[in-house]
């Protein structure tokens, strides 16, 4: 059976960013339901000398499941926050970028660029980043405003740190 993807409709960010939390979520469940697979017979049923193996699967499966859980919670808060934040692809000057090299860009959930510009600037793996480009940069990247926008561009072609974002807000709301 193959799956069809819904189309956007009146909100299309909304749609891109139910997509980009689903697309993993499907893959994490397809690769889990492997792994006990290998413990199961034609039936679907455990089988009975292998069921310790398979109680071990579902335990480390289940815990990958727990911890990824509480990053797509945050990730759907911000999504059903007021204001309302959206995916912002923020385009930073590279290495070579008077010579013509194309900036990195990197994607954030935000309310406008300004709020996605300062949002990335507080996420670890971006402050790492720029630890490790600093002795080819001559100071930070820069914004480029011309090539930063409202929602993303062909997955693979930018940083996404929606993830990252949710864990940093996770990690601060109070228990």
């Not at 690769?31 to 292998?50: A, F, M, P, S």
């Not at 579902?58 to 926050?81: F, K, P, Y």
């Not at 561009?153 to 996404?160: K, N």
């Amino acid at each position: 059976m193959t799956e069809s993807l819904p189309t956007a409709g009146p909100a299309p960010h909304l749609m891109d960013e139910i997509l980009a939390l689903l697309t993993p979520l499907q893959a994490m469940h397809r690769r889990h339901q492997e792994e006990l697979d290998v413990y199961r017979n034609t039936d679907g049923e455990v089988i009975e000398d292998q069921r310790r193996a398979y109680e071990g699967t579902r335990e480390s499966t289940a815990m990958e499941a727990s911890d990824t859980l509480g990053i797509v919670v945050q990730r759907l808060a911000l999504l059903a926050s007021v204001p309302t934040r959206r995916a912002f692809t923020v385009a930073l000057t590279s290495p070579g970028h008077e010579e013509g090299a194309l900036p990195w860009l990197f994607v954030v959930l935000a309310t406008d660029l300004d709020d996605a510009h300062r949002t990335l600037s507080e996420m670890p793996s971006y402050k790492q980043w720029l630890e490790e480009i600093a002795p080819l940069m001559d100071g930070d990247g820069e914004l480029v405003a011309a090539q930063s926008h409202p929602g993303t561009r062909a997955p693979g072609s930018y940083i996404d740190l929606r993830h990252e974002q949710a864990r940093v807000l996770a990690e601060r709301a109070p228990t």
